[in-house]
């Protein structure tokens, strides 16, 4: 069995006293797409902040192919690519201005950043704004973009927040072709979204979190069970209801 690209150990996260997430763990392998769901708030953000190296985890490690995200940053961030879900791009830069500013700080030669930019940017539908200021972007131009960036260096780990938010159909068809892609290749890809009738069908394993716990996890055929997802989901981020222990622990 192949070592885990992306692994997450006993992560913990406090802001001034308070439990954001506690004693999180989970692994994705290589060739593997993993979704991760739960509530606004339940703490998706706050540990794929601190998986990019954003911000610290109060304890806990996370490791990018076996290198401590904190302890190792230039290592660990070498290997990875993140598309938030609300992207920060440089507003008086072109389009292509950021790939090539993104591509320098990766070491992608020009040669490879024109070929890769070329062909993601016409799968996207965005060739003909390279040239444009990224201030007139609309909220969707700019996750392709980033997206694009993203993808540049050829990560070995893909970690996304939300990316269908602002997408049109065209391109979160792309988005899903260019997802499956990264994991046939043998990288792994980790994102969030609300929109689980994709997490279902993209994803070979998903990890469900409340309250900032990790409530399910493991192979999506085994999470949702004879139900679909969206009934595991609600069923499990219910108040009322008590949580479901994870096909792993069972």
Known sequence: MKAPILEVSRYRKEYRGKVAVRDLS????????????????????TLIRSVVGAQPPTSGSVRVCGHDVWEEPVAAKRLMAYVPDNPDVYDFLTGMQYLDLIADVFGVGVEDRRRRAGELTERLELSDALGDPVSGYSHGMRQKLVLVGALLHDPELLVLDEPFVGLDPSASHELKAILCERAEAGGAVFFSS???????????????????????????DEVRGSGSLEDVFLELVDDKVPAAPSPSNR
């Open 26 to 45: 989970l692994s994705v392998s290589p060739g593997e797409i993993c979704g991760f769901i739960g509530h606004n708030g339940a703490g998706k953000t």
């Open 194 to 220: 609300h929109v689980l009738e994709v997490v279902e069908r993209l994803c070979d394993t998903v990890a469900v979190i409340r309250h900032g716990e990790l409530v399910a996890s493991g192979p999506t």
